[in-house]
T-cell receptor, first 111, second 110 residues
């Protein structure tokens, strides 16, 4: 069955370290998204991509970067992690403007 | 002002009750509207899309009022399994990303 996966599921890192969160989907969806979810804020858009080599900034993109070298993957990199980036991160994908399917999430703690 | 506003709840209702959630959005260019459901510590999943004409799926009814920029979700005959957080979601013109409300928590009690 087609699916969307995220790894790692849990991660603890020190402030200032670089970390990359992986997202992989097997639906062959053009659109992929990264959100973060924090108490009181709901899910907020970090970056998104409409296809290979396309990336766009969302509302909370500072401190994050993405690259899209193939259809299946959209890794999210925190160049120098800060405690404010402690959050749950969800990756999602969709075809056109249809339903978005979410991965299981990555719980990131920055100490 | 948040783009999508919801009453955070929690709504504590007995089994069999009817419960309604409301949501307002600020971007008049919003084109598509959804309700997502999120169980504790899980990913959001689409519950239903919301159309101007209103739509129903079993015990769930969603309505949209574009003039008032207001979306609603009605759940009839609540089940214990309906306990979750319900997220009001809008998609704006041209961008295929979603804007989420903070969610309304529902707890159905036996």
């Amino acid at each position: 069955d087609a699916e969307i996966t995220q790894s790692p599921r849990h991660k603890i890192i020190e402030t200032g370290r670089q970390v990359t969160l992986a997202c992989h989907q097997t639906w062959n969806h053009n659109n992929m998204f990264w959100y973060r979810q924090d108490l009181g804020h709901g899910l907020r858009l970090i970056h998104y991509s409409y296809g290979v080599h396309d990336t766009n900034k969302g509302e909370v993109s500072d401190g994050y970067s993405v690259s899209r070298s193939n259809t299946e993957d959209l890794p999210l990199t925190l160049e120098s992690a800060a405690s404010s980036q402690t959050s749950v991160y969800f990756c999602a994908s969709s075809y056109s403007s249809n339903e978005q399917f979410f991965g299981p999430g990555t719980r990131l703690t920055v100490l | 002002r948040k783009e999508v506003e919801q009453d955070p709840g929690p709504f504590n209702v007995p089994e069999g009750a009817t419960v309604a959630f409301n949501c307002t959005y600020s971007n008049s260019a919003s084109q598509s509207f959804f309700w997502y459901r999120q169980d504790c510590r899980k990913e959001p999943k689409l519950l239903m899309s919301v159309y101007s004409s209103g739509n129903e799926d079993g015990r769930f009814t969603a309505q949209l009022n574009r003039a008032s920029q207001y979306i609603s979700l009605l759940i009839r005959d609540s089940k214990l399994s309906d306990s979750a957080t319900y997220l009001c979601v809008v998609m704006d013109t041209g961008r295929r990303a979603l804007t989420f409300g903070s969610g309304t928590r529902l707890q159905v009690q036996p």
